[in-house]
């Protein structure tokens, strides 16, 4: 699979692109909303449940590799994970290395992220769950048209402490009218 605009190429995840997931899930910059550091076999473990191929009745992560179109650099990732049924939802997910940050690559490979999943594959809304303190993150998922619906409370658990994650969500008729 394959998304483009006009900076990045996304593409579906392959086991060559196993040096950027270990790398980003080694990155403490990168890691530390997500999970506690995990051992390089608990890393690959992660890796290889993305691998197999993905469509939208799956639970499985949609993983794409973020690439630079100039450089060719790999960046990141982003996708999401489906709850076709019963709802058509899914939620999505992102990270980027610190190279990558800070030059709206999050926002511009977000927004072709969730084209695809509401106009190509149907989906009804999408969620994202941010640990509260997230800034970037929700910074980022608001201004793809994120509204926030609430807060869950000692949600997750994160170096043995209990942490509230925000959580927000987008309808497809939202995105729609905002892409107008």
């Known amino acids: 699979m394959k998304l483009e605009t006009p900076r990045l190429l996304l593409q579906s995840l392959t086991a060559n692109d196993w040096p950027l997931f270990l790398r980003l ?19 690959r473990a992660r890796f290889e449940v993305r691998l197999p191929a993905w469509d939208k009745h799956s639970e499985r992560w949609l993983c794409l590799v973020i690439k630079e179109k100039a450089s060719g650099k790999a960046l990141g990732i982003t996708g999401f994970r489906p709850e076709w049924l019963p709802f058509q939802q899914a939620e999505v997910g992102f990270g980027s290395l610190p190279e990558g940050q800070g030059k709206g690559y999050g926002q511009e490979s977000l927004l072709a992220v969730l084209d695809f999943a509401f106009n190509a594959c149907g989906f009804h809304k999408m969620n994202a769950t941010v640990t509260e303190g997230n800034i970037a993150s929700r910074r980022l998922l608001e201004s793809c048209g994120f509204r926030l619906e609430g807060t869950l409370r000692d949600n997750y658990r994160l170096a043995g402490q209990w942490c509230n994650d925000w959580q927000l969500g987008l309808l497809a008729a939202e995105f729609a009218t905002q892409r107008r």
């Open 25 to 43: 899930y080694q990155e403490p910059r990168v890691i530390r909303y997500i999970a506690d550091p995990m051992t390089e076999s608990e890393i």
